[in-house]
């Protein structure tokens, strides 16, 4: 078990392509940590490195205190699941598991024993001498998590371990991984791209962009306290509505409702500054349904283009007839959004109850809770606040 | 895909036609080989004597009077050193190539084709001379070094193939379980490249069997001859008769090492061995 520090680490490719710029990264004793972000953003480039399976270009690494910039993989003491498991299909399951300890050159008698004790906890004793090919992808998930843990390192290395499964197992997964991290209490960096494992999984998620960290923080800082555009519209499904938005006074003016601005806003802005506006799905309700909260919201009446009922939940769309959806485009795809605000910026999604009246092209009374409005810099897609 | 009778019948007349077109030759061989001296020319073709006179002869008079013993323990001493080597060396060469970014890569692998496609006959001159000069002429090691030099190509190609197949993320799993890069290679990669391999061999093992010009060029005594050549200076018991039965029979004798090391090496080629390795 260890801390793993990353310093300014940086990884510059032959060409002058920069994966990862300047990475500051803590890792805390026994923190599971995930690193998420849209493909291509470096994360995993970042994992690799932190493997010593690629250089590092510049910066310092260091595991448990030493740095270990030129250290090889086998020199870090660091165990790592690969997405596609890279399981060897020449060695049994038994043989899989002990593979690294047998290179250690520990005691036969010690290797069985860790690996059927390992084999124990992951459910895998009558499979040990199995070879992986004749195993379920559920099962190599587990052999591949095993080979890890048998080791007992200093941190787990995971890249997207869980992409390949279905997305029931995904789940099941999930949840054992979650638990398996918490009990061995190994420091763990975990890459994916799916928000729900990373809001799920993490004590800690570092949201990249292009190379750059761009926020690390509990899950739920991440998803309430956004530092940028990116983070915002990343976290969260279906992702925060962006409208355009002007400041008068003591007031914001959206396409479709004048929210009153929190005291914390107020300081942040100026009269008539032009803003984006962040507002989540189930910051809308339905007018009739609020009861006695209605007093402390604003209320506006919209078109329903679209209804999707979930069961347990509603969203209704509504278009925000704002003539200013190009500025709104351009700052979100300035940030990266652009796979994330879709083709249409315009629309506006609310999570409504499951008991809502709203029907597609029926108008509809919205309430929206303007203490959760976020409001961010045109500009450059900074969170604005005081 | 259903075939219909008539689909298969065509079919089996096809493939019975090329079987006998390519095994009549090889039944005439053995057939010659079984013949008495009298009966050689006889143009029968089931022998109307049998006789194992052909194949005793080969070996009369043990190693030092036979003319075929000597050739027959350089053929397979030599080849199965160029095997070997060859598969070693370019076992590396292709690991290289299929694995690492470095300068020249490329030029690498056009420089072993076009060493393939060169004429070995144009090079036969000057390796005489060289090998003169050197020492090497007529040694196991003047065969083994131009064997080498035109199977290597082909041992590198087919290598490369069969490395690129194999997932890289294997390689840094091993690493990260604490394996040199050396043993990545042989522990990992090697066993799951094993057909590769052996396909590689028996290419290989093949060409340098088969070698007659080399052979024929490069040496001058039983000392290195090799099978192929040797049968040119087969001599009839007299100087008027053909050595027609015993070349036949040393013709047979060859052709069963090549048998037995396909066949031996054929059971290792199981497809599909990496299966299970990643989820596909």
């Known amino acids: ?386 | 895909m259903e075939h219909t009778a008539r689909e298969k019948t065509l079919w089996t007349i096809g493939l019975a036609l090329v079987l006998i077109f390519a095994l009549i030759p090889v039944v005439w061989i053995i057939s010659l080989s079984l013949k008495t001296p009298a009966t050689i020319t006889d143009q029968a073709f089931i022998p109307s004597e049998f006789s194992l006179e052909n194949y005793k002869s080969l070996f009369d008079g043990g190693i030092s009077e036979s003319p075929f013993i000597k050739p027959l323990i350089n053929s397979l001493g030599i080849a199965l050193i160029t095997t070997a080597v060859s598969i070693v060396l370019a076992s590396f060469a292709a690991y290289a190539i299929a694995r690492l970014e470095f300068p020249g890569r490329n030029v690498i692998l056009a420089g072993a084709l076009a060493i393939a496609m060169f004429p070995p006959i144009s090079t036969v001159g000057p390796l005489f001379d060289m090998w003169r000069t050197l020492g090497l002429y007529d040694t196991w090691l003047g065969l083994i070094i131009p064997y080498l030099t035109f199977s290597l190509p082909l041992a590198i190609y087919t290598l490369v193939a069969f490395f690129k197949e194999i997932p890289w993320d294997l390689e840094k799993a091993a690493q990260v379980d604490g394996a040199t890069p050396f043993q990545a290679f042989t522990k990992v990669i090697v066993p799951l490249a094993a057909p590769g391999m052996f396909t590689a061999a028996i290419l290989v093992f093949i060409f340098a069997w088969n070698d007659f010009l080399f052979a024929i060029s490069l040496t001058s005594s039983d000392a290195s001859r090799t099978v192929p050549a040797a049968l040119a200076f087969f001599t009839g018991d007299s100087q008027f008769t053909q050595p027609t039965g015993s070349i036949a029979a040393a013709a047979v004798i060859v052709t069963i090492p090549i048998i037995i090391f396909v066949l031996l090496f054929q059971r290792r080629i199981v497809a599909g061995l990496t299966s299970g390795a990643v989820k596909g």
Not at chain 1, 44 to 62: F, Q, R, V, Y
Not at chain 1, 141 to 149: K, P, T
Not at chain 1, 277 to 304: M, N, Q, Y
């Open chain 1, 1 to 386: 078990m260890a801390d793993i520090v990353l310093d300014h680490v940086t990884k510059k490719y032959g060409d002058g392509y920069e994966a990862v710029k300047s990475m500051d990264l803590e890792i805390k004793d026994g923190e599971f940590m995930i690193l998420v972000g849209p493909s291509g953003c470096g994360k995993s480039t970042a994992l690799n490195m932190i493997a010593g399976l690629e250089d590092i270009s510049d910066g310092e690494l260091k595991i448990d205190g030493e740095v270990v910039n030129n250290r090889a993989p086998k020199d870090r003491d660091i165990a790592m699941v690969f997405q596609n498991y890279a399981l060897y299909p020449h060695m049994t399951v038994r043989e899989n598991m002990g593979f690294a300890l047998k290179l250690a050159k520990v005691d036969q008698k010690e290797i069985d024993a860790k690996v059927e004790e390992a084999a124990k906890t992951l459910d895998l004793t009558e499979h040990l001498d199995r070879k992986p090919a004749n195993l379920s992808g559920g099962q190599r998930q587990r052999v591949a998590m095993g080979r890890a843990i048998v080791r007992d390192p200093k941190a787990f290395l995971m890249d997207e371990p869980l992409s390949n499964l279905d997305a029931k197992l995904r789940v099941q997964m999930r949840t054992e991984v979650a638990e398996l991290q918490s009990r061995l209490g190994t420091t763990t960096v975990y890459v994916t791209h799916d928000q729900t494992e990373a809001m799920t999984l993490g004590d800690r998620v570092a949201v990249m962009r292009s190379g750059v960290l761009q926020q690390v923080d509990t899950p739920a800082n991440l998803y309430n306290d956004p530092v940028n555009l990116f983070v915002a519209g990343f976290i969260g499904s279906p992702s925060m509505n962006f409208v355009h938005g002007k400041v008068h006074g003591d007031e914001v003016e959206l396409p479709f409702a004048t929210l009153p601005l929190t005291d914390e806003l107020k300081g942040a802005v100026s009269d008539g500054q032009e803003v984006i506006c962040g507002l989540r799905p189930e910051h809308f309700e339905d007018a009739e349904l609020v009861g006695d909260h209605l007093g402390e919201g604003v209320t506006f009446e919209a078109k329903i283009d679209l209804v999707e009922s979930m069961g347990s939940e509603l969203y209704a769309y509504f278009d925000a007839g704002s003539q200013e959806v190009e500025k709104v485009e351009q700052a979100a795809s300035e940030a990266g959004l652009e796979e994330l605000a879709g083709g249409d910026t315009n629309q506006v999604v609310t999570r409504l109850s499951p008991e809502s009246k709203a029907k597609r092209g029926e108008t509809l009374k919205l309430w929206v809770d303007p203490d959760r409005l976020l409001l961010f810099d045109p500009a450059n897609g900074e969170r604005l606040r005081s």
